[in-house]
């Protein structure tokens, strides 16, 4: 019998929801990592089990992977910590912004973005990682700033046909990309705005907030950008605005239908200062023609009064049938649909500013 997993990172813990496949009823446990800043976790069903993975940031102790083998009944670490930057770069770990397993052709791989930005490379599911030397050894690496929350890898995309390919997001930098395994990177950015630049088409330097690939179709990407929504069909090679129809090209997820490449979801909110839902009024807006043409998806979301930002990693689908998608505010919101978006319902509140979540169908 299947079931459906949610992990709901904050800044104070863990949280983990599973439901059937229907997806109306949820249960919740948690908090784990209680007064740990949760800002990346991830699920990995590779192998035939499943193992939990979560970036967390204690103030006292300092930031750890943690992994769990069954289901977060138990969590383990590494000792001395699983991710530890090489001596000779001056620098040490800050925070875990992203945890991605690898394709099924990289069964024990899993890659980790951190801040400050820097990848690197599992071979073990997560239990020790080493750096990808030549993108921290970049000559643009000195040239890369530091966004609102921090200069770091927060997106993590390899090809699932072509485990050579990657690519990678930083705020600020922009989006970079590898076709020999880590070996070199080259940006890949043309076509995406930078305004708050002299020259605001550069060939690197935007401040890219997410960027979502189709795992079926690894030449179609989204971006949502510091201002800017946009796709490519090449790989990353151009990108083309989407934003034409959305309330706001401002906002900070980005997510793909696994079932239709043409499908994606945005969460506007007003920019630059106020971060905040249109008029108070919390939507996701969803393309079905590959943002030709938008659509607001409101019901059972709150009418007023919504103030709350939805923040890069805080927006999610999962591979049922039909789509399920979630989001998580920093009000302590979590809204789910097991409907693709049409409706959506409240699974909690009250909880710690959501930062991240994931969810995943299992067996």
Known sequence: MSETLLLIGTRKGLWVARSDQARTSWEMTGPEFLMNEVFSCAIDTRGGSTRLLVGAMSSHFGPQ???????????????NGAIRFPEDTGSALEQVWQLTPAPDSEPGVVYAGTQPSALFRSADRGETFEMVRALWDHPHREQWGGGFGGQAIHTILPDPAD???????????????????????NPANAGVKAYFLPDPWPEFGQCVHKVARHPGHPERMYLQNHHGVYRTDDGGESWTSIAAGLPSDFGFPIVVDPHDVDTVYVFPVVADGERIPPGGRPRVWRSTDAGATWAELSKGLPE??????????????????PTGVYLGSRDGSVFASNDAGESWTQLAGHLPDVMCLRAAVIT
């Not at 590898?178 to 070996?183: A, K, V």
């Not at 009064?305 to 890069?312: E, L, N, S, T």
């Open 65 to 79: 992977v943690f992994r769990s083998d069954d289901l977060g009944g138990s969590w383990q670490e590494t000792p």
């Open 163 to 185: 485990p050579a390919r990657m690519t990678v997001a930083m705020s600020t930098g922009g989006v970079y990309q590898t076709q020999d395994s880590g070996e070199s990177w």
């Open 304 to 321: 007023e009064g919504f103030y709350a930002c939805v923040m890069r990693d805080a927006m999610v689908a999962d591979t049922g049938e």
